[in-house]
């Protein structure tokens, strides 16, 4: 990989990579990668490299946070006692996989408090997703199934990558939400070989989630230099249409044979090229959606400020001024 | 004007949907402290990662809750991060055996050669 150490002064996007960076090492960086090695917190890397896991793990820890919200509507209603038990149950598995990412995403040198600044204030994402109400119990069934399902998709390729820490963050966390996903599997199938009200119930959860579902795993990508590079450094483990794809081919049919169906008269697997072919979701509403204005936005920022600053008065009883942060080792 | 949410623990709170509270002050979430699990009696303890807590104690609440709520544990460590000593992974070639240093290794004797030829000589006396 030793060329790719080499700047073209003509090459704007890739001079603005890896411009500043010192060639040897940015090509022993790059060797390491490319056989397959880890990069833990202590080692070289490409300032770019840095940056963009960082904002990646934030934003996955974020989504974590966030995305306990929307399925934390539902606890007080739950159908059953059983049911209660397994959603308090993923809701706090969620909230600690939060806490993995967080502490994975400090290894590269930010702290704690600004990622929590950083999504109060707006600055970083979190997945869309979870800007939409979860109107029924049948959305909370819809979500521990088909987000977690698509989550998983995206996590068991990330987990592929090539940040230590990341990568262990998400080994542990992918063995959690399998449960997530038989208990969303087994919520849906119980409303959709239920009564003609849950089915129907069920039906137009299905109806309103397939946007954000098809949101979930972001526009297609580029063709860009720098999508090439965040791929040869393993950030990017796969274009977002192939994800998307793979989440299709594996949960479509498990819909459709549910007697389900999903509002998109053209979708359907291509044969021939193994692909699904599909209507692009409405990417003006994803841009209008991340930008604050989907339905839960504020309300969701809203409610993890007023979390944080509840709890202020506790950590401040057992704050010890003595005490000095050093970044967590891996 | 407060949030009405279809959650009912949201509207409850009675939060405002401007408020601007909640941004954290530096070292308000605390130091952290690394986490060594033991699955198995006779096992090694292994690093499994951090958690942020004003004390040893709170870490060790945090620790059990983060990393041993699923599968096996049998005891858990928790050590202040500021407080581990640790090799740069730059220094690796420390960690190098030189050539002279074989004789540290059990490859480094063969003595079924030399057992051999001791037994053929006391055969041929």
Same mark, same amino acid.
């Given at each position: 990989m030793y060329g790719n150490a080499y700047v073209d002064p003509e090459n704007k996007i890739v001079n603005s990579i890896t411009a500043n960076e010192d060639p040897i090492k940015l090509a022993e960086f790059e060797s390491r990668i490319a056989a397959g090695n880890k990069i833990e917190p202590m080692d070289w890397m490409p300032a770019e490299y840095k940056k963009q896991l960082v904002r990646m793990i934030e934003q996955h820890a974020h989504s974590e946070i966030i995305g306990a919200l929307p399925e934390g509507t539902w606890i007080t209603r739950a159908p059953g006692f059983r049911r209660k038990l397994a959603l308090m149950a993923k809701v706090q598995d969620e909230i600690g996989h939060g806490q993995l990412l967080y502490s994975a995403a400090e290894t590269l040198g930010k702290s704690r408090e600004a990622m929590t600044n950083d999504l109060i204030t707006g600055k970083s994402k979190y997945s869309?997703?979870?800007?939409?109400?979860?109107?029924? *119990?049948?959305? =909370?069934?819809?979500?521990? *199934?088909?987000? &977690?399902?698509?989550?998983?998709?995206?996590?068991?390729?990330? #987990?592929?990558?090539?940040?230590?820490?990341?990568?262990?963050?998400?080994?542990?966390?992918?063995? %959690?939400?399998?449960?997530?996903? $038989?208990?969303?599997?087994d919520n849906v199938v119980f409303l959709a070989t239920g009564t003609p009200v849950q089915r129907a119930m069920v039906q137009d959860a299905l109806n309103r989630w397939w946007e954000p579902i098809m949101h979930f795993f972001g526009p297609p990508d580029k063709e860009s230099i720098h999508t090439a590079t965040l791929m040869r450094w393993k950030v990017k483990m796969g274009s977002n249409d192939d994800m998307r794809n793979m989440f299709l081919d594996m949960y479509v049919p498990k819909i459709w044979d549910l007697g389900l169906t999903l509002p998109d008269p053209n979708l359907h697997k291509n044969e021939e090229t193994g692909r699904w072919e599909y209507t692009e979701p409405n990417w003006e509403v994803f841009k209008q959606v991340i930008n604050g204005n989907g339905p839960c936005n504020k309300e969701r920022l809203a409610v993890r400020r007023k979390a944080e600053e509840n709890g202020r008065w506790v950590r401040k009883a057992l704050a010890k001024p003595t005490e000095k942060y050093v970044t967590p080792l891996s | 004007?407060?949030?009405? #949410?279809?959650?009912?623990?949201?509207?409850?709170?009675?939060?405002?949907?401007?408020?601007? %509270?909640?941004?954290?002050?530096?070292?308000?979430?605390?130091?952290?402290?690394?986490?060594?699990?033991?699955?198995?009696?006779?096992?090694?303890?292994?690093?499994?990662?951090?958690?942020?807590?004003? #004390?040893?104690?709170?870490?060790?609440?945090?620790?059990?809750?983060?990393? =041993?709520?699923?599968?096996?544990?049998?005891?858990? *460590?928790?050590? $202040?991060?500021?407080?581990?000593?640790?090799?740069?992974?730059? &220094?690796? &070639?420390?960690?190098?055996?030189? =050539?002279?240093?074989?004789?540290? %290794?059990?490859?480094?004797?063969?003595?079924?050669d030399r057992i051999q030829a001791f037994k053929e000589r006391q055969k041929a006396n």
């Open positions: 869309n997703v979870f800007n939409y109400p979860a109107k029924t *119990w049948a959305d =909370s069934a819809v979500i521990a *199934w088909l987000i &977690d399902a698509g989550a998983i998709v995206n996590q068991l390729a990330n #987990s592929k990558g090539s940040y230590g820490p990341y990568c262990r963050a998400l080994d542990r966390i992918c063995a %959690e939400e399998s449960f997530h996903l $038989k208990y969303g599997h | 004007m407060n949030i009405v #949410s279809i959650d009912p623990r949201v509207t409850r709170s009675h939060i405002d949907e401007n408020t601007q %509270e909640g941004i954290a002050n530096p070292m308000e979430h605390f130091q952290t402290y690394e986490v060594f699990e033991q699955k198995k009696r006779g096992t090694h303890h292994i690093h499994v990662g951090s958690v942020h807590a004003p #004390s040893a104690e709170m870490a060790m609440i945090f620790a059990k809750e983060q990393y =041993s709520r699923r599968g096996q544990c049998v005891n858990l *460590w928790v050590v $202040k991060t500021a407080d581990v000593f640790a090799t740069e992974y730059e &220094d690796s &070639d420390i960690f190098d055996t030189i =050539s002279d240093k074989t004789y540290r %290794e059990p490859e480094a004797y063969k003595v079924i």
